[in-house]
């Protein structure tokens, strides 16, 4: 089973060498869906004059090599082609899709391996909204490679060293390791780190106290080495209680934060002094990767090593790229970071190259993530200005799903799993619907409605298309057809499902989640005109058409949890 738009323009270039000549087999065939037909191709438009030729020429002569198409294929306007497949050639492909366990959908020849770092938190203060996202998108983009084959080596950059961690660990000490881990477990990180730099700036022995305690933490003193794991490690385990509620792939072996480079940035200064790559200015190691200005117009540094010493986010970064390159063996990387960073990453990117260090056959990029916003158009935070702490929103989505679904007459254990699930469901989903660059609104009426394009809308579809079963008292595996095609919204549905291949395809190698959101919905609203004008158990129903409606419904059922899944997207059985 092969997407339609993809099997078209195979055929439409075949259909280009067999016309005119070999060197044109590689034109874009243009295909587009068409309100005029399944499909149009605009290649005709863009041939022509390459050809010198009329495009209503170019077109017919397409047209004559496509007569044994399964389907029909008409001239219209200047020279569009417009293309309306069989009913027996998309019956035929969807019976094939649906025997298929993996839907028809392929694997990426040849495999890559590519890193995805995204959360990042840092590990000295709470976890906000501002971390939703990466989250989110980061996590959606590893299902999405990982379906399609690809080996995906998460990484969580966390923010874990630095001259932070000298005051956190003497606040710890001061308010004793068991109060502290209680603190952390309990995500008041946020206090924690207040507590701890009023102190800095208000007492100056805390403060030498912090500095030597910096010393002893970069030379790796053991003891202090020690009480550093004990703040991670319960900083990591209130983490681990949001990614749990979030229902995110990331683990604990995932996680490669700043500290993890640190015996790795003298080496990385050395080398890319040696080989001229960084140089002295004003006292700081800096690399000046060419076409980057500021608004001085003077050539824009890359500061490896400040003027003190210090290393900086670059120098991490560039030893971060080094070690995924000829340690981990990627083909890709992607950082999944807010868009304010664009940027850093740019001018790191180039600085690697300019170091040999990302060499062309491994692609860098950044997955830019626009901002979360209020109803008010601003950044969103809480009414005294605060960022708001990601649990905190994340129980609110819980709650109001909880109330949304309390008059549905389930027992208290079935409510609260299906209000989590709707919960998460519909924060997850009203971000990765939206282009990742996009800024957008975080409004709770709107993304836990049950009408639209939302999570509790799909889910609802899957768990309508589960009751269809239930009432027939049929198991879906069981629904097997064979399919046939004769009312225009049997057509339209079948036509839908067999799309998925492509999109799963354009999601994952463009980064853009928001495709597969985009083709679910639409999958779900042309669910919906089927079930409206097509019955299924209704008395009357002839047994062939019971039999190919119900294995619709189980194709659709497939196609709508594997996309939910591949999202991140829970999806309960009943609603």
């Known amino acids: 089973m092969t997407d339609p738009q993809i099997v078209l323009s195979e055929r439409v270039q075949q259909a280009l060498a067999h016309a005119f000549g070999p060197e044109h087999a590689d034109a874009d065939p243009l295909i587009r869906p068409s309100q005029f037909a399944d499909f149009q191709a605009n290649v005709a438009m863009s041939l022509a004059k390459r050809l010198r030729r009329a495009p209503r020429e170019v077109a017919e002569a397409i047209k004559t090599e496509l007569s044994d198409f399964p389907g029909t294929v008409e001239v219209s306007g200047p020279g569009f082609l417009n293309i309306t497949l069989d009913d027996s050639w998309i019956a035929a492909e969807a019976q094939q899709m649906l025997a298929d366990p993996r839907l028809g959908v392929g694997t990426i020849t040849p495999s890559q391996t590519v890193v995805i770092d995204y959360s990042a938190p840092n590990a000295a203060k709470e976890m906000h909204v501002g971390h939703l996202r990466t989250t ?28 932070p961690f000298g005051m956190l660990i003497e606040h710890l000490l001061d308010i004793g ?12 990180g946020t206090e924690f780190y207040q507590a701890a730099r009023v102190k800095f700036d208000g007492d100056e022995a805390f403060k030498l106290r912090a500095r030597v305690r910096v010393t002893t933490l970069q030379s790796g003193d053991p ?27 990331l683990t604990d072996a995932d996680i490669a934060g700043e500290s993890m480079y640190n015996s790795m940035l003298q080496k990385t200064c050395d080398d890319l002094e040696t080989s001229g790559t960084a140089v002295l ?3 700081a190691l800096c690399v000046f990767p060419p076409g980057f200005t500021g608004s001085d117009d003077k050539p824009l540094p890359l500061i490896i090593r400040k003027s003190d010493g210090g290393y900086g986010y670059a120098t991490t970064d560039m030893a971060a790229i080094r070690y995924r390159v000829h340690d981990l063996k990627v083909d ?13 990453f740019r001018m790191v990117f ?45 129980q609110e989505a819980i709650d109001r799903a909880m109330a949304a679904i309390a008059d549905r007459g389930y027992d208290e254990a079935t409510t609260r799993e299906i209000a989590h699930a709707v919960g998460m469901g519909a924060v997850k989903y009203a971000d990765l619907s939206v282009s990742h660059d996009s800024e957008y609104v975080l409004d709770f009426d709107r993304m836990l409605a049950f009408t639209g394009n939302t999570a509790p809308y799909l889910q609802y579809a899957q768990a309508r298309i589960r009751s269809i079963f239930r009432r027939g008292e ?17 057509r339209a549905l079948a036509l839908q499902l067999l799309g998925l291949g492509a999109v799963l395809e354009h999601a994952t190698a463009a980064s853009e989640p928001h495709r597969l959101c985009a083709y679910i919905y639409a999958t779900a609203t042309a669910f919906t005109d089927f079930f409206e004008q097509c019955p299924v158990l209704k008395e009357g129903v002839d047994p062939d058409t019971r039999a190919s409606r119900l294995a619709l419904c189980a ?8 996309g939910l899944d591949l999202l991140g997207v829970p999806v309960p059985e009943r609603m």
């Open 555 to 562: 194709l659709t059922l497939r196609v709508l949890e594997t």
């Open 281 to 283: 200015s004003e006292g």
């Open 136 to 163: 989110i998108v980061g996590d959606a983009l590893a299902r999405l490679h990982e379906h399609l084959g690809n080996t995906v080596v998460r990484q969580n950059h966390l923010g874990d060293w630095g001259t």
């Open 474 to 490: 049929v198991d879906p595996a069981s629904a097997t057809g064979p399919i046939r095609l004769g009312e225009p919204a049997e």
């Open 177 to 188: 390791e068991e109060a502290a881990v209680g603190q952390l477990e309990a995500g008041m």
């Open 350 to 394: 180039a600085a690697a190259r300019m170091a040999s260090w990302l060499p062309d056959s491994v692609s860098a990029e950044h997955v830019q993530i626009g901002m979360m916003l209020g109803k008010d158009g601003r950044r969103f935070k809480t009414r005294s200005g605060e960022s708001t702490k990601l649990m905190d929103l994340l």
């Open 223 to 249: 003891e202090t080495l020690r009480l550093w794991h004990v703040f991670m490690d319960a900083t990591v385990r209130y983490f681990n209680k949001i990614y749990g509620l979030l229902g995110v792939t």
């Open 332 to 344: 890709r990387i992607l950082y999944v970071v807010g868009s304010e960073q664009a940027l850093h």
